[in-house]
């Protein structure tokens, strides 16, 4: 039999499969896909009640057969069997490309094959693969050499035996490659998880047998006894001036059977696409029900029709799911629409379970905001509830803490901690109403010595005349080194840099250790610790301008959040940190620590955050966070140009007003600098 075919050995070379359960597979599937195509070109609708398709798994000869009843062998499929990429193979959604990846796994393909005409005419032969051989690809051997005499009065088997070393493992059911699972479940699971939308449409054979080692399962039976209806739901997208229908179909489909919540797109009478795995944001592990046979647990199939569709060349797209359209106030493609009706129509058909979520998440945050008494301004005017109905129904505690804590810094975003889209007419307002006037003056004092160190901070990051900025002047700034607050008031720090609430903490302290004294040499030390209404905040400064930070070395000055959590591992040990006069402060388990390290952003700094799993975001200026749970820590890496300039801008809205751009008294101010001139001459 000669048949020429393109040397396809370099693409079979640069091919890689898996190391799992599924690669190994791979060949099954294709040799089974197969099978699916040939049955329904000679069954028609008859498929499911008339075809038969028969999988051995032979452990000891370490070979795999697929036989089938399908069309096998004849001059037509044969054609388009020995030439990749044929039309016949797209018009099915395939590439014709799989049988050559088999030799991925397997060293030796063989086949054998009955066919028939119409007038009763019959032929057959059994053949060693080559798809490499520039002449024959199909070599004629006996059958007791190659796959035996084909099983069925029509169709092909195909034997893949001669395991390559990587596969000969998954031959051993009782190995490390099955994790510890039962292997003929693991197998049967991962069949059945491959041909989801074929069992759904109806392409399957009721005869549909894997045998392993004599032990018999019909995968047709397995598949539906798991199966029921789910629901269905109609929606209409406003796509340019047309309103297209959208038909949603669900199925309820067991866990043994399916291993997540996926959603396909149909069209013109065949699935179009791959699975979408829609379990982000739904849920991530199978629903629940009670039946007549106990507890069922199931994952989601869903379906989506709609005469909208234009499917690609091969069908096995669709090419019109991705144009943005409008709906709801939200901009995003069709697909994305589409996907999040199928979530939302799945919470609304699962109410109990997303109830019960709804309610753990509104807890969380209680439990959060009392634990963290600064996080409550992540709510802003909204109560908890409100705040999770906005949130997807998978966040976890710790997503929720992170959630707050970005709301909390965008409700910073000026002085008074009103909304950050605030006018300059209402802030006026609030200056008019809650500032009394006795107070003005001072306030204008106070915004000019502001905006003062506010200079000199911006000073301190740049390279100064002897070297480097210092760490040292950066953090005497802030806060005075080797003091506490037992020692100095309010007035002499500048805590107010960091955020507007630590200038009147209950303790303050710098350069210390938390047993209240000084660092001995190789001891940790904080460089600011503030502990105030039920939390505990501990920062580390690093040098303006410093580079090569490393997680390699623990606790070393590279690698600040190992710093940080070292310190609040051993406050979390002793519950307690020391004052400089020895007075206890108890530092409950339950109190949320945060960490801050503040430093120049550079490329050296952002690789090592990404290395340590940080959320990095530059919403109002470059910096990153991550919530620890097991120390209850929240850390925030922030950029000192980040620092400096939320500074100025929460000074903003007050320079705007006492600059004698406002009103608010019918009275002229003068202009800030004047005010400034008045301050620095008088300390003069």
């Not at 709906?327 to 019960?356: F, P």
């Not at 037992?486 to 009147?504: Q, V």
Request: proline share 2%; hydrophobic share 35%; with cysteine.
């Amino acid at each position: 039999m000669k048949h020429k075919i393109i040397d396809l050995a370099s693409e079979v070379k640069r091919a890689t499969l898996p190391d799992c359960l599924n690669g190994f597979l791979f060949p099954i599937f294709e040799a089974v896909s197969n099978s699916f195509h040939s049955i329904e070109e000679r069954w028609g609708d008859e498929l499911e009640e008339k075809g038969r398709i028969e999988i051995d798994f032979d452990v000891d000869a370490q070979q795999i057969i697929v036989a089938d009843n399908g069309i096998g062998f004849d001059e037509n499929n044969l054609n388009s069997f020995l030439t990749p990429l044929t039309g016949k193979k797209l018009e099915r959604g395939g590439k014709g490309f799989g049988r050559f990846i088999t030799f991925k796994v397997f060293g030796e393909v063989f086949y054998s094959s009955r066919q028939s005409d119409l007038n009763g005419w019959n032929s057959g032969g059994s053949y060693r693969y080559e798809p490499f051989a520039k002449e024959d690809n199909l070599i004629d051997v006996s059958p007791d050499v190659g796959a035996g005499a084909h099983r069925f009065e029509t169709g092909l088997t195909a034997l893949m035996r001669n395991p390559l070393a990587d596969a000969r493992e998954f031959f051993d059911l009782v190995g490390d490659r099955y994790s510890g699972a039962h292997a003929d479940e693991a197998i049967l699971a991962a069949l059945l998880d491959h041909f989801l939308i074929e069992f759904i449409q109806r392409k399957v054979p009721h005869n549909f047998i894997l045998d392993i080692q004599g032990i018999r399962f019909n995968l047709h039976d397995y598949f539906h006894k798991s199966l029921s209806t789910g629901g269905s739901k109609t929606e209409y997208l406003e796509i340019g001036h047309d309103k297209r229908r959208f038909d949603f179909s669900y199925f309820k489909v067991g866990e043994a059977q399916a291993k997540k919540h996926r959603l396909y797109f149909y069209a013109n009478n065949r699935a179009s696409s791959d699975l979408e795995n829609i379990s982000s944001g739904l849920n991530d592990k199978p629903f629940s029900e009670m039946t007549d046979d106990g507890p069922r647990r199931y994952f989601y199939l869903v379906a989506v029709s709609s005469d909208f569709f234009v499917s690609s060349q091969s069908r096995e797209r669709i090419t019109n799911l991705h144009g943005k359209i409008d709906r709801d106030g939200k901009r995003k493609s069709i697909k994305d629409h589409l996907v999040a009706m199928a979530k939302q129509h799945i919470l609304e058909m699962e109410n109990s379970y997303t109830a019960e979520r709804r309610a753990k998440m509104v807890a969380d945050v209680e439990h959060l905001i009392a634990v963290d008494p600064l996080l409550r301004r992540g709510l802003g005017d909204k109560t908890a509830a409100d705040f999770v109905q906005k949130r997807s129904i998978t966040e976890t505690k710790e997503q929720l803490a992170q959630d707050l804590f970005v709301e909390r810094f965008r409700r910073k975003f000026d002085f008074t901690k009103v909304d950050a889209n605030a006018s300059v007419d209402q802030l006026v307002q609030i200056v008019r109403t809650q500032i009394p006037e006795d107070a003005k003056e001072a306030l204008a004092v106070y915004v000019a010595y502001r905006n003062h160190v506010i200079r000199i901070f911006r000073e301190l990051l740049k390279k100064q005349e002897e070297g480097l900025a210092t760490e040292d002047k950066v953090h005497q700034l802030i806060y005075p080194r080797y003091k506490d607050s037992e020692e100095i008031d309010y007035s002499a720090h500048n805590l107010w840099l960091l955020d507007d609430d630590l200038a009147y903490a209950q303790y303050i302290s710098s350069d210390r250790t938390p047993d209240g004294s000084y660092r001995a040499k190789g001891q940790y030390a904080h460089d600011i610790l503030i502990n105030n209404e039920k939390e505990l905040m501990v920062v580390e400064m690093k040098r303006p301008q410093k580079k090569g930070y490393s997680a390699n070395n623990s606790g070393s000055t590279d690698n600040p959040v190992d710093q940080l959590k070292n310190q609040i591992s051993d406050i979390r040990e002793k519950q307690k940190v020391t004052t400089s006069q020895g007075r206890e402060i108890s530092v409950s388990p339950t109190t949320m620590v945060r960490g801050y390290v503040l430093a120049d952003w550079n490329d050296s700094l952002s690789r090592y955050l990404k290395n340590e799993d940080f959320v990095i975001t530059n919403y109002g200026g470059q910096m990153a966070y991550r919530y620890y749970g097991g120390l209850n820590l929240m850390i925030e890496v922030i950029a000192f140009d980040r620092l400096v300039d939320r500074a100025d801008n929460r000074n903003e809205a007050f320079v705007q007003m006492l600059e004698g751009r406002s009103n608010f008294d019918r009275k002229p101010k003068g202009t800030l600098s004047s005010l400034a001139e008045k301050v620095e001459h008088s300390q003069g």
